[in-house]
């Protein structure tokens, strides 16, 4: 069996009147992230992971944020149109594993909730699935809470 190793990361900043989504959870808290797109930053940084792992480049190249067919597009539908590709040349998931650096909001409640919704999108078990919350410790950025940051790593096994 091959295996390939990707790593993704995304970050964005905290803005009033937009909902905070995180792997397609809407999650309870008073601002949502800036983007093009939703500003899903759990699933940017999974595309990326995913789609280096199996070398087909990243998510700003196949979902520019210069054209507006991607404006406010829901970033769970990119994923699953990247692993559409991932799967096309012969990859499936090993595991998953990503962390969400932020203060607020709290990311344990809604781990499991995320880690449903990517193992569907995903084309996995849950089990195959981290996520976690951690603090920067009130340092930078993420510290302050003017945003939040994901660092998603990605194992991919051969399918044949």
């Not at 964005?12 to 093009?36: K, M, N, S």
């Not at 951690?134 to 998603?152: C, D, H, P, S, Y």
Request: with cysteine; hydrophobic share 50%; aromatic share 4%.
């Amino acid at each position: 069996m091959s295996i390939r190793v990707g790593l993704g990361y995304d970050s964005h900043r905290f803005v009033e009147g937009r909902p905070c989504i995180l792997a397609g959870q809407h999650l309870p808290h008073d601002r949502g992230l800036a983007g093009h797109s939703d500003a899903d930053a759990v699933a940017h940084a999974v595309t990326d992971a995913v789609l280096g792992a199996a070398g087909l480049g990243d998510i700003g190249a196949l979902f520019p944020d210069t054209d507006a067919a991607w404006k406010d597009a829901d970033s769970m539908r990119l994923l699953a149109m990247a692993m559409e590709r991932v799967l096309a040349a012969g990859w499936r998931i090993g595991n998953l594993d990503c962390v969400v650096i932020t203060e607020r909001p709290k990311i344990g409640p809604h781990a499991a909730a995320m880690a449903a919704a990517l193992a569907e999108v995903l084309r996995c078990a849950p089990g195959q699935i981290g996520i976690k919350g951690k603090t920067n410790e009130t340092m930078g950025f993420t510290g302050r809470n003017e945003g939040l940051a994901v660092i998603a790593t990605v194992l991919l096994e051969s399918a044949a």
